[in-house]
C-alpha cells in the first residue's frame, strides 16, 4: 500500500451553511469509501501507536486504519468495536483533537489523521451493508443492575453482558440513550443511529427499563435486596447550574438542558410539522461557550430565531467548545458577544425582554489556567433578547446521594470512587462517567463504564 504524505486531511463534505441553518439534518455528511480509502494511507502505523495512548477506550486505532486503507471496512469495524461499543457515535461526538488525533506524529507538521472521520465512516458502512451476526453468550447466574442509560450505563451494561453477567439497566426517561437522545441536538448525533447502536447492547441480552427513577421508584439498597449483586451508578450530570442573577425566573429563560431535551426527546427538531414544546424568540441569548452552549445556539437558529447571541465572559482563546463547533456556529451566523457577562435579565409582563450585561477584561490566570474576568465599571448596556438559553454547566442529580447511605460523595455533589476500579465507599456499588467528574465527555463516561465493568467482574468472581 502506497502511504498518502498529503499533509492535509481529506475534506468531509457538508452542507452548505445557509442551507444547514434551516434544518436539522446532519451537517457532516460523511466520507465515500474512496474518501475513506485515501485518509487511511496517510496513518504510518507507528510502531509505537502514540493515538492509543489518547483513546480513553484503547482503540487499536493503526489497526482497524491499515484495514480501511486496504478496503477491508469490516475487519476494521471489529478491530474497533473490540474496545468501543458505540463507533458511530464516537466518531461524530468525541473531542478527537484533544485525544487520538492531538497525539497523532502527522499532526507535527501538517494535519493529524482524521481518526474520527474514519471511525464514523467505518460504523456507518457496517450498519448499512452488515446484518448482525447471532451472539451465544454463556450465563453465569449473577445479575447486575445499571442505572442510567447513557454512554457510561451503556458501555459498562455491554460489557458484562458479554462476561456472562445478566444485566438489568434503569433509565428514568421515557427513552434509552442518556444525553445521547436528549441533549446532543440531531444535526450533530442522528437520533435513529443512536436507537441502532443501542439496539445492538439490547440483543446481546441487556434488559432496558425506562421511567425508573432510581431514588424514587427504587433505591440502590433495594435493588441489592431484589438480588442485584453489584451496582453500577451512571446517572450523568442533568441538574443544570443558574446565574442566580436578577430576571432567571422569567418565562423565556430556559436551563440548556431543559431547552435540548425539549427539542430531542419533544422532537421539536420536527418543527414546523409538528407544533413545538418550545418557544423560541426571534432574539436569542445562549449565556456560555461550551460544547452545549453552540448545541443550544445552533439548535435556536434552526427553530426560526433571526439574530443568537452568545454570551461568554472571557475571549476567544478560552473558549471551551471544540473548534470544529465554533467554526461551524460562526459559519451558521451565530453572533458571539465575547467579553460580557450577564448580570441581570429584563422583562416586562413575565417574559423576556433583554439580558443586562457587563463588559470584561482577562486579569490573571485563574487555578485552571484561564485568565479570570474582570468587569469594567459603568460599561453594562442591554442586549434586547426575548429568549435565553442559560448553558453554564450542570451537576448530578442529588437523588442518588440522598437516598444511598454509606455512599461517599465531593461537596458539589459528584460520587467519590477509587480511580482504578470506579468503587465507591459502599459495597458493591460502582459509578462512572458525569455523576463522578461533573459534565465531561462520551468517550471519557464509556471509559469509566469499562472501567467499572472490569472491577464488577473481577470482584463478583472472587
Same mark, same amino acid.
Given at each position: 500500500?502506497?502511504?498518502?504524505?498529503?499533509?492535509?486531511? +481529506?475534506?468531509?463534505?457538508?452542507?452548505?451553511?445557509?442551507?444547514?441553518?434551516?434544518?436539522?439534518?446532519?451537517?457532516?455528511?460523511?466520507?465515500?469509501?474512496? %474518501?475513506?480509502?485515501?485518509?487511511?494511507?496517510?496513518?504510518?502505523?507507528?510502531?509505537?501507536?502514540?493515538? %492509543?495512548?489518547?483513546?480513553?477506550?484503547?482503540?487499536?486505532?493503526?489497526?482497524?486504519?491499515?484495514?480501511?486503507?486496504?478496503?477491508? =471496512?469490516?475487519?476494521?469495524?471489529?478491530?474497533?468495536?473490540?474496545?468501543?461499543?458505540?463507533?458511530?457515535?464516537?466518531?461524530? &461526538?468525541?473531542?478527537?483533537?484533544?485525544?487520538?488525533?492531538?497525539?497523532?506524529?502527522?499532526?507535527?507538521?501538517? @494535519?493529524?489523521?482524521?481518526?474520527?472521520? !474514519?471511525?464514523?465512516?467505518?460504523?456507518?458502512?457496517? %450498519?448499512?451493508?452488515? #446484518?448482525?451476526?447471532?451472539?451465544?453468550?454463556?450465563?453465569?447466574?449473577?445479575? *447486575?443492575? *445499571? *442505572?442510567?442509560?447513557?454512554?457510561?450505563?451503556?458501555?459498562?451494561?455491554?460489557?458484562?453482558?458479554? #462476561? $456472562?453477567?445478566? +444485566?438489568?439497566?434503569? /433509565?428514568?426517561?421515557?427513552?434509552?440513550?442518556?444525553?445521547?437522545?436528549?441533549?446532543?441536538?440531531?444535526?450533530?448525533?442522528?437520533?435513529?443511529?443512536?436507537?441502532?447502536?443501542?439496539?445492538?447492547?439490547? #440483543?446481546?441480552?441487556?434488559?432496558?427499563?425506562?421511567?425508573?427513577?432510581?431514588?424514587?421508584?427504587?433505591?440502590?439498597?433495594?435493588?441489592?435486596?431484589?438480588?442485584?449483586?453489584?451496582? =453500577?451508578?451512571?446517572?450523568?450530570?442533568?441538574?443544570?447550574?443558574?446565574?442566580?442573577?436578577?430576571?432567571?425566573?422569567?418565562?423565556?429563560?430556559?436551563?440548556?438542558?431543559? =431547552?435540548?431535551?425539549?427539542?430531542?426527546?419533544?422532537?421539536?427538531?420536527?418543527?414546523?410539522?409538528?407544533?413545538?414544546? &418550545?418557544?423560541?424568540?426571534?432574539?436569542?441569548?445562549?449565556?456560555?461557550?461550551?460544547?452545549?452552549?453552540?448545541?443550544?445556539?445552533?439548535?435556536?437558529?434552526?427553530?426560526?430565531?433571526?439574530?443568537?447571541?452568545?454570551?461568554?465572559?472571557?475571549?476567544? /482563546?478560552?473558549?471551551?467548545?471544540?473548534?470544529?463547533?465554533?467554526?461551524?456556529?460562526?459559519?451558521?451566523?451565530?453572533?458571539?458577544?465575547?467579553?460580557?457577562?450577564?448580570?441581570?435579565?429584563?422583562?416586562?409582563?413575565?417574559?423576556?425582554?433583554?439580558?443586562?450585561?457587563?463588559?470584561? @477584561?482577562?486579569?490573571?490566570?485563574?487555578?485552571?489556567?484561564?485568565?479570570?474576568? #474582570?468587569?469594567?465599571? $459603568?460599561?453594562?448596556?442591554?442586549?434586547?433578547?426575548?429568549?435565553?438559553?442559560?448553558?453554564?454547566?450542570?451537576?448530578?442529580?442529588?437523588?442518588?446521594?440522598?437516598?444511598?447511605?454509606?455512599?461517599?460523595?465531593?461537596?458539589?455533589?459528584?460520587?467519590? *470512587?477509587?480511580?482504578?476500579?470506579?468503587?465507591?465507599?459502599?459495597?458493591? +456499588?460502582?459509578?462512572?462517567?458525569?455523576?463522578?467528574?461533573?459534565?465531561?465527555? &462520551?468517550? !471519557?463516561?464509556?471509559?469509566?463504564?469499562?472501567?467499572?465493568?472490569?472491577?464488577?467482574?473481577?470482584?463478583?468472581?472472587?
Amino acid at each position: 500500500m502506497e502511504r498518502n504524505m498529503s499533509m492535509t486531511k +481529506v475534506a468531509m463534505p457538508e452542507q452548505e451553511p445557509n442551507v444547514r441553518n434551516k434544518n436539522f439534518s446532519e451537517v457532516a455528511l460523511g466520507y465515500t469509501k474512496e %474518501m475513506a480509502m485515501e485518509e487511511a494511507a496517510r496513518c504510518l502505523n507507528c510502531k509505537h501507536k502514540p493515538c %492509543m495512548e489518547g483513546c480513553p477506550v484503547n482503540v487499536p486505532i493503526p489497526g482497524f486504519i491499515e484495514k480501511v486503507a486496504e478496503g477491508d =471496512f469490516e475487519g476494521a469495524y471489529e478491530i474497533i468495536t473490540s474496545e468501543n461499543a458505540l463507533p458511530a457515535i464516537c466518531g461524530r &461526538v468525541c473531542p478527537q483533537e484533544n485525544q487520538c488525533e492531538g497525539k497523532c506524529v502527522r499532526g507535527i507538521k501538517g @494535519e493529524p489523521v482524521a481518526i474520527g472521520r !474514519l471511525e464514523r465512516f467505518v460504523a456507518d458502512y457496517h %450498519m448499512a451493508n452488515v #446484518k448482525p451476526a447471532e451472539v451465544q453468550i454463556e450465563k453465569n447466574g449473577k445479575r *447486575v443492575a *445499571v *442505572v442510567g442509560s447513557g454512554p457510561a450505563g451503556i458501555t459498562c451494561a455491554g460489557e458484562l453482558i458479554k #462476561k $456472562g453477567y445478566d +444485566v438489568t439497566v434503569f /433509565e428514568a426517561l421515557h427513552k434509552a440513550g442518556g444525553v445521547l437522545s436528549y441533549g446532543i441536538p440531531e444535526f450533530r448525533l442522528p437520533k435513529d443511529l443512536v436507537a441502532k447502536e443501542i439496539e445492538t447492547v439490547e #440483543k446481546l441480552g441487556v434488559d432496558i427499563e425506562t421511567n425508573v427513577i432510581v431514588g424514587r421508584s427504587v433505591t440502590i439498597d433495594e435493588l441489592m435486596e431484589q438480588g442485584y449483586e453489584a451496582v =453500577f451508578v451512571g446517572s450523568g450530570a442533568g441538574l443544570p447550574r443558574f446565574l442566580n442573577i436578577p430576571g432567571e425566573n422569567l418565562l423565556g429563560v430556559y436551563s440548556a438542558n431543559e =431547552f435540548l431535551t425539549r427539542v430531542n426527546l419533544m422532537k421539536a427538531y420536527k418543527f414546523p410539522e409538528t407544533p413545538t414544546p &418550545v418557544k423560541v424568540g426571534k432574539k436569542v441569548a445562549v449565556v456560555g461557550a461550551g460544547n452545549v452552549a453552540m448545541d443550544a445556539a445552533r439548535t435556536a437558529k434552526r427553530l426560526g430565531a433571526e439574530e443568537v447571541y452568545i454570551v461568554y465572559r472571557r475571549s476567544e /482563546e478560552e473558549l471551551p467548545a471544540r473548534a470544529e463547533e465554533v467554526h461551524h456556529a460562526k459559519e451558521e451566523g451565530i453572533i458571539f458577544k465575547l467579553l460580557n457577562n450577564p448580570c441581570a435579565i429584563h422583562g416586562e409582563n413575565g417574559w423576556v425582554t433583554g439580558i443586562e450585561v457587563i463588559k470584561q @477584561e482577562l486579569g490573571e490566570p485563574d487555578d485552571s489556567g484561564r485568565r479570570s474576568p #474582570k468587569p469594567v465599571e $459603568g460599561s453594562n448596556y442591554v442586549i434586547d433578547v426575548d429568549t435565553v438559553v442559560i448553558a453554564i454547566g450542570q451537576s448530578p442529580n442529588p437523588l442518588i446521594r440522598q437516598t444511598t447511605p454509606g455512599l461517599d460523595t465531593q461537596k458539589w455533589g459528584g460520587i467519590i *470512587v477509587e480511580e482504578d476500579t470506579m468503587k465507591t465507599s459502599k459495597d458493591g +456499588v460502582y459509578a462512572g462517567g458525569d455523576t463522578v467528574t461533573g459534565a465531561a465527555t &462520551v468517550i !471519557l463516561a464509556m471509559g469509566a463504564g469499562k472501567k467499572a465493568a472490569k472491577a464488577i467482574d473481577e470482584y463478583l468472581s472472587k
